[in-house]
């Protein structure tokens, strides 16, 4: 083995799968944040509705800054990082917006929901991507 092919030779040691599991594992967080702008924006005028969001950016972001999250997989028995992370809803309890109790701000909302279909729709490119790529390696 040559030094070049040494040298990436880590390249082929992920797994590849882990990737995967990661993109479904956040098309499922935008779907339930989906659901739950979609709830809120239903509940604009009922008294007392506390709006609910999915904290799961948060929760990848302390796994990275506390594990220094590597991808590279040393062990089979070892927990995956998509494993270490789950979302969670969160209710916003902290404001509210209206006299009756309710916080639900529907400009915030749409604006939630535009975000989050973005982000749906780059997480869908990125997966489409990668089938693609696989399907080419296995076709030529």
């Known amino acids: 083995m040559n030094k070049k092919a040494k040298k990436n030779n880590h390249l082929f040691r992920r797994d590849p799968m882990g990737t995967y599991d990661l ?3 956040a098309m499922n967080v935008s779907a339930t944040r989906s659901q739950l702008i979609s709830s809120n924006i239903a509940n604009v005028n009922t008294a007392n509705y506390k709006t609910k969001s999915v904290d799961f950016e948060n929760q990848l ?3 990275i800054g506390s594990n220094g999250f590597s991808l590279a997989t040393t062990n089979k028995r070892h927990l995956q990082a998509s494993d270490l992370v789950t979302p969670t809803i969160k209710t916003n309890s902290d404001t509210s917006v ?3 109790g309710n916080n639900v701000d529907l400009d915030v909302e749409m604006m939630n929901q535009a975000t989050n279909g973005l982000y749906y729709s780059a997480l869908v490119s990125q997966l489409n ?3 693609q790529m696989m399907n080419y390696v296995l076709n030529h």
């Open 23 to 25: 993109l479904k594992q």
């Open 61 to 63: 972001n302390k796994a």
């Open 98 to 100: 209206k006299e009756n």
């Open 129 to 131: 991507g990668r089938y």
